[in-house]
């Protein structure tokens, strides 16, 4: 195992992860060891284990299938090192520059989501739902928000806009952490998500564009004043 200098638990999981994805020893489709392996050869709590299985499955390089575990997602070596080396930094790109292509990104995705989607895609949309739904703590919250846009962009079956979308979404990521910007209440985020799923199952692809720029319009918003 390669291990960087300075690492905390969690990205001292993610760097192993990292390099058993470029060293080739766990190929996509592959599923990776158990949480408890994990801790067990890494020396490293288990929730520390769960918070870096969902900043990767953020990242789209892995996902968690219930029953099955976690599983390495479909990425070429030059899209994982361009994912983990986080190209777009804080002093190259505003907070708003980066907002703005995420909306214009976002409503393409949901719309062919809306127009391409599978019962599989909104069971796995539904299950990140759900997972944002029950999860209380705030931090984790914004990342499983993320895993949640994420699986609608997936349903889209446009691999490149899912990876600009990955791209993109650890510096704006960052961003939330930085200012501990809540877009809107709880309240009506939830209602809002419970909508991207209804739209999904009704194939209503106008519907979509309109619910994205509502949804993303406080942090539009927000974006413009920082």
């Not at 030059?78 to 983990?84: A, G, I, R």
């Not at 446009?158 to 990955?166: C, F, H, R, S």
């Not at 519907?207 to 720029?213: A, S």
């Amino acid at each position: 195992m390669t291990r960087r200098k300075n690492a905390g638990p969690i990205d001292t999981v993610i760097n192993y992860i990292q390099d058993e994805i470029t060293k080739k020893n766990v190929l996509p489709g592959d599923r990776l060891p158990s949480e408890r392996k994990l801790s067990e050869l890494l020396g490293v709590g288990r929730p520390h284990i769960r918070a870096a299985l969902q900043k990767l499955e953020t990242y789209g390089l892995v996902e968690t299938r219930p029953q099955s575990g976690t599983i390495v997602t479909e990425f070429t070596k030059e899209q994982l090192d361009s994912m983990m080396a986080e190209t777009l930094k804080l002093e190259k790109y505003d907070f708003y520059s980066l907002v703005h292509v995420r909306v214009l990104l976002e409503i393409d995705a949901c719309e062919l989501a809306a127009r391409n989607c599978t019962i599989e895609d909104i069971d796995r949309v539904e299950h990140t739902l759900r997972e944002l739904e029950e999860c209380t703590n705030p931090e984790t919250r914004v990342e499983k928000d993320f895993a949640f846009h994420r699986e609608l962009a997936r349903s889209s079956h446009n691999p490149v806009l899912v990876d600009l979308l990955g791209t993109i979404v650890p510096d704006i990521m960052r961003y939330y952490h930085k200012y501990r910007f809540c877009s809107v209440p709880e309240r009506r985020v939830v209602a809002e998500h419970r909508e991207y799923v209804a739209k999904l199952r009704a194939h209503d692809e106008k519907g979509m564009r309109q619910l994205v720029l509502t949804h993303l319009e406080n942090q539009i918003n927000f974006a413009k004043q920082q």
